[in-house]
């Protein structure tokens, strides 16, 4: 069992930049690949970032992939999401997501558990 709790969410101004944070439990955070994902009123959940356990290789969604970051802390089993150069289709909540895969993958499938996200809204 792994439990995940997202924050750092809020209201930003188009252009700005917002700091996600998912805090793990359980489960032996530091084996998992972590991911994030959003998902936006009426659409689909998408991939947006994910990381291997080492923290040494990563996968971004082409519209975020120079202005994300995920990063993790392994000895504080925290997940990071530093999102700059925010845009207004950036305006979704935000879950972040844990993996039993040996690499960084963006199929949900993949992912056996799931905080509850936080929302992001980005003004224009």
């Known amino acids: 069992q792994v439990q995940l709790v997202e924050s750092g969410g809020g209201l930003v101004q188009a252009g700005g930049s917002l700091r996600l944070s998912c805090a793990a439990s359980g489960r032996t955070f530091s084996r998992n690949v972590m991911g994030w994902f959003r998902q936006a009123p009426g659409e689909e959940r998408e991939f947006v970032a994910a990381i291997n356990w080492i923290g040494n290789s990563r996968q971004y969604e082409d519209s975020v992939k120079d202005r994300f970051t995920i990063s993790r802390d392994n000895d504080k089993n925290t997940l990071y999401l530093q999102m700059n150069s925010l845009k207004p289709e950036d305006t979704a909540v935000y879950l972040c997501?844990?993996?039993?895969?040996?690499?960084?993958?963006?199929?949900?499938?993949?992912?056996?558990?799931w905080g509850q996200g936080t929302q992001v809204t980005v003004a224009s």
């Open positions: 997501a844990s993996s039993k895969s040996l690499i960084t993958t963006s199929r949900e499938y993949a992912y056996d558990y």
